[in-house]
């Protein structure tokens, strides 16, 4: 994770343990963020969704635990613990959660 100098510092981290559930929320954390790119994980309460939107760059979702349904053009993929999903560059996509469910966003900017 980051220290106040924008530095990385070297860390063993366990992933599911860095956010947790909040009841009817969306919980977000970013790990790392900088000009090229960002990690941040997310903790959805089921139920919980982001509408669809687009981004210019392409991103990969990784599912830590639960289940989400990740739409890309229109089209429903059920997601789930130990998967992920690649969101294409300037393809809408949204994402709902079908059951409590943690997830690393990453995001590629360069």
Do not use: C
């Not at 220290?3 to 366990?14: F, G, I, P, S, T």
């Amino acid at each position: 994770m980051e220290n106040d100098r924008d530095n990385l510092v070297a860390q063993v981290l366990k992933l599911d343990t860095l956010v947790d559930y909040q009841d009817g929320s969306i919980v977000s954390r970013t790990i790392i963020g900088k000009k090229t790119g960002t990690l941040t994980l997310f903790a959805f309460w089921r139920g919980q969704a982001l509408s669809e939107h687009t981004a210019p760059y392409d991103a990969l979702v990784y599912i830590i635990d639960g289940e989400a349904e990740v739409s890309i053009s229109g089209k429903p993929h059920s997601v789930k613990e130990n998967e992920m999903i690649i969101m294409p560059a300037n393809e809408p996509h949204a994402l709902k959660a079908m059951t409590n469910f943690k997830m690393l966003l990453v995001m590629i900017k360069a």
